[in-house]
Every structure is written in structure tokens, then in C-alpha cells.
């Protein structure tokens, strides 16, 4: 079973910036894709975007392009989400996941580990 570990929630400040990693101890991370999600209370989860095992590739969806970006350093086994003008509406759980593919539509069927999720609250 493969194990990750989110890391670098907690309070930000709207219109402020977001950096969370994701660290996968103890198994040959550059293996697998890994993609981020997120799930506001009350609302059903949603994807944010992935990234291949190789970073060749990533794959962001249309509404968060440009804000987003996802990468990884297969060295530190770790991957990294940052986003930009955060606004309180994206307060959530975030999560990230393994699996074996990112995909330009990816869907949370595609990755079948996942972290416990870390807490991001956007507020002032």
C-alpha cells in the first residue's frame, strides 16, 4: 500500500499564495503519476490537476489553469502543489494521490492511494 503524507496547510490569506507537498515514504514514488484534489465542506470532492511519474507531463483542469501548477522532485519523493490568489471559496481539504497514469481529463478512478488530506483555510 502505498502511503502519502500532505503537508503545508493551514491558515492563507485571500489573494495570497499556496505551497503544499505531498511526501511518499518508503516506496519507489518515481513510479507513479500523482495527482491533487480537493473537498470543500458540504461539496463533493474535485480534482485540481496531475502530474506523471516522469513529470513529462501535467495536466491542470480548464478552470484552474493558470493559477495552479503541479510538480515534483522524484529525488526528495515529493510532490508539490502551488497555487495563486487564493479566495476563501477554496477553502477545502487537499489531497493527494497515486496512481498509475495523469491523463488530460484526470478523474479520482485513476489513483487509487491516497494521503489523509491537509486543511487550507482562506481567510483574513
Known amino acids: 500500500q502505498v502511503q502519502l503524507v500532505e503537508s503545508g496547510g493551514g491558515l492563507v490569506q485571500p489573494g495570497g499564495p499556496l505551497k503544499l507537498s505531498c511526501a511518499a515514504p518508503?516506496?519507489?514514488?518515481?513510479?507513479?503519476?500523482i495527482g491533487w484534489f480537493r473537498q470543500a465542506p458540504g461539496k463533493e470532492r474535485e480534482v485540481i490537476g496531475c502530474?506523471?511519474?516522469?513529470?513529462?507531463?501535467?495536466s491542470i483542469t480548464d478552470s484552474k489553469k493558470g493559477r495552479f501548477t503541479i510538480s515534483r522532485d522524484n529525488a526528495k519523493n515529493t510532490a508539490y502543489l502551488q497555487g495563486n490568489s487564493m479566495t476563501p471559496e477554496e477553502t477545502a481539504v487537499y489531497y493527494c494521490?497515486?496512481?498509475?497514469?495523469?491523463?488530460?481529463?484526470?478523474?479520482?478512478?485513476?489513483?487509487?492511494?491516497w494521503g489523509q488530506g491537509t486543511q487550507v483555510t482562506v481567510s483574513s
Open positions: 494521490a497515486a496512481g498509475h497514469g495523469c491523463y488530460s481529463m484526470p478523474r479520482s478512478a485513476d489513483f487509487g492511494s
Open positions: 518508503g516506496f519507489t514514488f518515481e513510479n507513479y503519476a
Open positions: 502530474i506523471t511519474s516522469s513529470a513529462d507531463y501535467t
